[in-house]
């Protein structure tokens, strides 16, 4: 069974910076995306970043060149690196995963979920 743990979420004050973990394990495949979603308090659930294990990536337009997702493939850990953020980007920040190495960030073809981790951006 493939499961996801995430980490590092805090609350920070508008300006600043935090790094998300996403760590898998149970995994019996070799191909595979890992990804980021967000849901606001008052929000619909969002596709963040997602980066496959063949380097391909994806960007919500909204966060391109703020956030940066990366992947270590021996750790089968996922990071985000959010920097400049904002109040707007307060949210729970899941993680998620599929089989495959198309980096979509349509919710629909993920099928594992993390538990989330919170993001707080006060200004």
């Known amino acids: 069974q493939v499961q996801l743990q995430e980490s590092g979420g805090g609350s920070v004050q508008s300006g600043g910076s935090l790094r998300l973990s996403c760590t898998a394990s149970?995994?019996?495949?070799?191909?595979?995306?890992l990804a980021w979603f967000r849901q606001g308090p008052t929000k619909e659930r969002e596709g963040v970043a997602v980066?496959?294990?063949?380097?391909?990536?994806a960007y919500a337009e909204s966060m391109q060149g703020r956030f940066t997702a990366s992947l270590n493939n021996t750790k089968n850990t996922l990071y985000l690196q959010m920097n400049s953020l904002k109040p707007e980007d307060t949210a729970m920040y899941y993680c998620?995963?599929?089989?495959?190495?198309?980096?979509?960030?349509?919710?629909?073809?993920?099928?594992?979920w993390g538990q989330g981790t919170q993001v707080t951006v006060s200004s």
């Open positions: 980066i496959c294990s063949d380097g391909s990536t």
């Open positions: 149970g995994y019996t495949f070799s191909d595979y995306c």
């Open positions: 998620a995963t599929r089989q495959g190495h198309i980096a979509t960030l349509s919710a629909r073809y993920y099928h594992y």
